[in-house]
Structures are given as C-alpha cells and as structure tokens.
C-alpha cells in the first residue's frame, strides 16, 4: 500500500512529454509542469503555442523559468532510490490512445507519427529518436484520428491541401480529379491559416483595445459632462441668484425714489394748501368788514351834509380788495407717468436679451458621442440639414431680406432698418438668428458676382475692415466667383479647385471642429475642408460684393 503510494508521487513528478521525473522543471500558466527541454522542443517551430495536457493557447510564446520548488521535490523522490513506476500503471485505459505497436494488453501511447500514421508507446517510440531517418518524422501529441489522414480513394498518407477544393489530398489526387488545382502542402497551408489566424487575434486584440480605450475616454467625457454640468448649474443658480438680487435692489431703489419724491410733492401741496386757507381765512374777514362798510356807504349817501361825508369817506375808502392773485395749475393724476414707462422700457430691453440669448443657450448641444464620420453622400448630409432664418438686426443697409429670410439681395438704395449694435455697417454682410452647434449642413444658391458663404462667431466686429468674413480670426469664408474659389481665414487667402457651380453646400461639426464646403451639383465635390476648434457656437452667413447679387439659403427636405 505504501509502495503504491510512492508509485502515485513518482507519476505526478512526472513530464508528460518524456514520461521521466522532471529535469529543470517549468510550470506553464495553466499550472502543468514539465522537463524545461520537453517543453522547449515541443514549441520549437509551432505558430500558436499551447499547454499539451489542457490545450490551452499562449500568445506570445511564454518565458519559463525553473520552478524551484518543484525541482527540489524531484531531487528529494530521486533519493529514495525508487525504480520506475510498475507498467500497470501505464495500460492504456477506455480513454487513452493505446500503441498500435503492443501486443496483448496495450501501453497508453505517448506520441502518434504523422508519417508512419501509428501511435507509439515510450518503449516502441523509442526508435524514432534513435534511428536517423525516424528522427525526421512528425510527432505530435497521442490521436485516435489518425486515419483521418489516409486519403479514403487511394490509401495514401494526405499530406497536399487542395486550395481549390478546399480539402486534404494525397499526391496520387493531384493527377486526379484534383490535376491543375492550386495545391500546396499541408503543412504550409497550415502555417499560413495559422498566421491568419494570428494576424485576425491580433487584429482583434487591436480592436479590443481600441474600444476599451474608446469606452475609457467616453467614461472620461460622460465624467467631465457631468461636472461641466455641474457647474453649470451652479454658476447659472449664481448669476440668476445675483439678477434677482440687482433687480429687488433696482426696485427697492425705485420705491424709495417715488416715496421721497412722494414726500416732497405732497410736503409742497400742503404748504400751499395751508397758505391759501390762511389767505381765505383773510379774504372772509375782509369780505365782512366790506360788508359793514358797505352798510355805513348807504347810510352815509342818503345824509345831505356834503361835510360830514367828506368826512366819513376816507376811512371807508382805506380797504382796499387784495391784489393777490392764485396761479395754481392742476395737472392730471400722472405725476409717476414717467417712471413707469422708463421701468416699461426696461423690461422690454431685458426680454429682448433674454429672449435672444435663451436661444443661444437652448440651442446649445453636448455630444458625449465619438465624433461621427463625415457623410459621403447627399442623402447623408440632408440629415442634418439646418433651416436658416437671417437675422434683418444683422444685415448691411444696402442687403434686401426676402423668402421669410432666407435670401438676400444687394440694393442700390438703403433699406429702412431701425439702428441695431448688431448691424454690419462696412460690408454687405448678415448672419443666421440663431447659433450653430453640433453636426450641421445647409446649401446656399449663388447669383451675380462674388459671393461670400461664410460662418462666424457672434462676436464679430461689425465695423470696420475687420469685420469683413474671412479676415479675422472670428470667421471662415468661401469666395464663390463665376470660375473660381478662394478660402479666407484670417486674412489668409487659399486657392480652391473644384468644378463650378451656383450651389454650394456648407457642413459643420463643431464638436469635431470640421467644416467642409462642397460643390453642389448633380454630384457632391469637396472644394476645401477645415479642422480646428471652435470655441463657440456658430452662425451662418453671406456677404454679397455687387449689385443685385443675391444668396438664397435653400430649402432642404
């Protein structure tokens, strides 16, 4: 019993490969160990390297090192001093290739030769690494499918592969049904599936890392979306927070203004109010005093004593009628009339900006999304096209806006445009209403002279030489002429090949920081291409150079 267990440590301490106690022994990944040599040959020449026993594949070709440990333990079962184990152990058992080579109860092979097509035991295949020319035969790994390699119609080893057919064929088949096939041996049709096969992992394994990298970054954007957006909130909390507090302080001042001036006027009223009773007061007393005197007159008319009247009549005289004279004008009950349309004409202002940047900021597009390819075909583009409105708060004196502002004409005689700090004064130029964001695309149809399409920022100059599309840094311009185009950025002019055409088709990705501009005619023709970024939203726009010229941004289904 003892004995056996013995036998049993000597089997695990065992190579697979070479059936002896391990030399040098290596433990694969996978956990199995073998002779550092074994192991080595095994995967001499092989593309795909793979444990024996599991199968299991490593890429690349791992690097063994000496398992220490396990060394020490063979070292330790070699001095008992113990002979190999009983063969017994080796029968093959209803699982195990058995040797083809044994007789009666049959040793479990060890290696099967693709050559001689036979499974060979340790003892029996002892020969091919002793006879020279066995030496040079194939062995692999114990198979019971050997026979899969004789060629079934002429009993012959299949060692071709039919690349036309596809299948496994023996010589005899090449001047056969299989004569003028693309043939190659098996074994190079093996490496070279074998190095497809690697070279599709690898690709995989590529790809594999270019998404993880991909789901790492959008992990980051959705992170970095989310904070901006954090902020966002804060800071518009804080900037509505500080509205609402300017606008209670705006009434508050108010208030207090038409109470104190409330104060003063009715101080003022008052005053006058008790003057003029004080002098009503006097007017009475007089009026009665006329009266009494008034009396004694009569009297005195009727006396015939000229003396005694004479007498009498200075002192009635005396009391003169008052030579004040009251000059109060009454207005109508709109003293704070004023105010009150100055308040009126303070909301409206601020309606109108928050009215026009709550576009802006509405509009406004976060894409957490891996920028998208740019369309090859119009049918792509006309997904994201725009519908453009012109702003007439943008246009030049001399532009006409017609077709619900989509088209502009260059006039001889000036517009009636009210004065806006957003009109262009300098050139013939006008911007969309509203802002540009995300992917994007509009066509614009050409007529008579030079033609500007363009896109700018909001903040663009609109005075001065500045101001023209395509001469700052603010804006990007296609110069459209009969024969010819220019692009214009920054004052810097770049030529334009391309077939002619009235239409030109315009797409934006901001987020990826693309603009293209495009011949537009039964075919697309990409006339010139910017990458960049942008820092703000967009608007698109034309400037028109001649006299009825026009630009009509078109209707697109």
């Given amino acids: ?72 333990l063979v070292e330790e079962l070699k001095k008992t001093g113990l002979q190999a184990a009983p063969a017994d152990l080796c029968y093959a058992g209803a699982e195990d290739v058995a040797c083809d080579v044994c007789t009666g109860r049959k040793l479990r092979a060890c ?16 020969s091919h690494y002793d006879v020279a020319q066995l030496k040079k ?65 690898l690709n995989i394994q590529q790809i594999i890392q270019d998404r993880e990298k ?15 957006a954090d902020k ?5 909390e804080k900037m ?20 104190s001036q409330q104060k003063r006027e009715v101080s003022r009223v008052k005053e006058l109010q008790e003057k003029l009773e004080q002098e009503i007061s006097e007017l009475k007393r007089r009026d009665a005093e006329l009266t009494r005197r008034d009396t004694e007159l009569k009297l005195l008319s009727h006396t015939e004593d000229h003396n005694q009247f004479l007498h009498s009549y200075p002192s009635l005289s005396a009391l003169s009628e008052p030579t004040h004279s009251s000059s109060i004008n009454i207005r109508p009950l709109s003293y704070f009339k004023d105010v009150t349309a100055a308040l009126s004409a303070v909301r409206d202002k601020l309606q109108d900006v928050l009215r026009e940047e709550w576009t802006n900021v509405s509009s406004t597009e976060v894409d957490v999304l891996l920028p998208a390819a740019e369309p090859t075909t ?25 077709e619900g502002g989509r088209k502009a004409t260059f006039m001889k005689q000036q517009q009636s445009y009210s004065s806006h700090p957003d009109r262009f004064t300098y050139f013939g130029q006008v911007l969309r209403r509203e802002s540009l964001t995300g992917r994007c695309y ?92 942008f820092t703000r939203p967009l608007h698109a726009g034309v400037r028109l150079c001649n006299h009825g010229a026009t630009a009509e941004f078109c209707k697109l289904k």
């Avoid at 290696?111 to 002892?126: A, G, N």
């Avoid at 966002?232 to 518009?236: D, H, L």
């Avoid at 509505?240 to 109470?259: A, G, H, N, P, Y």
């Avoid at 002619?500 to 291409?529: C, I, K, N, Q």
């Fill in 1 to 72: 019993m003892a004995q056996k267990g013995v036998q049993l440590d000597r089997e695990i301490f065992s190579c697979s490969i070479c059936l002896d106690l391990l030399k040098d022994p290596v433990t694969t990944s996978c956990g199995h160990s073998y002779c550092m040599d074994c192991i080595k040959h095994h995967w001499d020449g092989e593309l795909i390297h793979s444990c024996p026993q599991c199968r299991q594949s490593f890429t690349p070709r791992p690097v063994l090192l000496k398992n220490t440990m396990l060394a020490a």
């Fill in 111 to 126: 290696k099967s030769c693709l050559v001689c097509l036979v499974s060979y035991c340790e003892k029996h295949l002892q």
């Fill in 137 to 201: 035969h194939k062995l692999v790994e114990p198979s019971k499918k050997l026979q899969e390699n004789i060629c079934s119609r002429h009993d012959e080893v299949m060692k071709l592969f039919c690349r036309t057919d596809q299948q496994c064929i023996c010589y005899i088949c090449t001047v056969d049904e299989h004569k003028g096939h693309d043939t190659v041996s098996a074994a190079a049709e093996r490496t070279e599936r074998q190095r497809e096969l690697e070279g599709s992992r």
């Fill in 214 to 228: 991909e789901v790492k970054l959008l992990q980051q954007e959705v992170e970095a979306v989310n904070g901006s």
């Fill in 232 to 236: 966002a909130v804060e800071g518009s």
């Fill in 240 to 259: 509505f927070t500080e509205l609402i507090r300017l606008m209670e302080k705006r009434s508050s001042d108010v208030k207090q203004q038409v109470r």
């Fill in 378 to 402: 119009r049918a792509g583009f006309l997904q994201y096209s725009q519908r453009i409105k012109l702003d007439p708060n943008t246009a030049h004196i001399l532009l006409l806006l017609s």
């Fill in 442 to 533: 509009w066509e614009v149809e050409w007529r008579g002279g030079t033609v500007f399409v363009a896109v700018a920022y909001k903040n663009i100059s609109r005075a001065g030489a500045e101001s023209r599309f395509g001469f700052n840094d603010k804006s990007w311009s296609l110069e459209c002429n009969q024969n010819s185009y220019t692009f214009h950025y920054n004052s810097i002019l770049t030529p334009v090949s391309g077939p002619p055409s009235s239409r030109v088709g315009v797409y934006l990705d901001h987020r990826a920081g693309v603009l293209s501009f495009y011949s537009v005619s039964e075919t697309m023709t990409l006339l010139h291409r910017v990458q960049t970024t």
